[in-house]
């Protein structure tokens, strides 16, 4: 504008008004650390990359494993990195992932859990009694869990270790229904380790019990003593 008048307009290209940052990445899969027979707890990690604005809190999402419906698990956002999702199905494989917040909005969401099925947690057993050892076979004896997870127990894993190797192996073939089994075709001379699951009706498997100690395979042997 000057005393001849008002010149014309000039125009410049659209912008679009936004925060000078991005939303945050996609933090690690959330990690299952209780299963009940209607929840899970979980708990997370920051985002590598907070998109330059502090994270100011969290959304969980789960679904069943084979469905492509992701469900909200949070109405509020989330302050603290864990939380307790209730209202499961007992029974149901669930998948659980989480998603960081700043002030530029939501970000991407993590990967999926690994798969938790609803259940309650059978006690461990008992730790096994080596009551024979021979040159290819070791007898075991134990006690039943304490709780069984609110169904009927229907069997036991018996589990070996060829030391060193750190790798557990499944010793029996057949459904072990008594608290008792002898494992057969070991190598005369080899040490082993022997531990014990219980499983139930509905599906779950206990934590393994409390190991042997190492077996050596010969026909002469003599528990150790305290």
């Not at 192996?169 to 014990?196: P, S």
Request: charged share 25%; glycine share 8%; net charge neutral.
């Amino acid at each position: 504008e000057n005393k001849y008048g008002v010149g014309e307009g000039l125009k410049s290209d659209s912008v679009i008004a936004r925060h000078p940052f991005d939303v945050p990445d996609a933090p690690l899969p959330p990690e299952i650390v209780a299963v009940r027979h209607d929840s899970v707890s979980l708990t997370w990690k920051d985002p590598r990359k907070t998109g330059g604005s502090p994270i100011t809190g969290y959304h969980i999402e789960y679904k069943e494993r084979n469905s492509l419906l992701w469900k909200r698990a949070n109405k509020t956002t989330l302050k603290m990195r864990d939380l307790r999702v209730p209202g499961l199905t007992e029974g149901l494989e669930y998948e659980f992932r989480v998603m960081a917040v700043n002030l530029a909005g939501v970000g991407k969401p993590s990967g999926p859990s690994h798969p938790v099925t609803a259940l309650d947690p059978i006690d461990p057993p008992g730790k096994p009694e080596v009551i024979n050892v021979t040159r290819t076979s070791v007898t075991l004896i134990w006690t039943e869990p304490k709780y069984d997870g609110g169904h009927k127990l229907i069997g036991y894993i018996v589990e070996k270790r060829d030391l060193p190797s750190k790798a557990w192996m499944k010793a029996n073939h057949i459904n072990i229904q008594e608290c008792a089994f002898t494992v057969t075709d070991l190598t005369e001379g080899c040490k082993y380790e022997f531990r014990i699951k219980a499983k139930n009706a509905a599906g779950a498997i206990s934590p393994p019990s409390e190991t042997t100690g190492t077996i050596i395979c010969q026909d002469e042997y003599v528990a150790p003593t305290i």
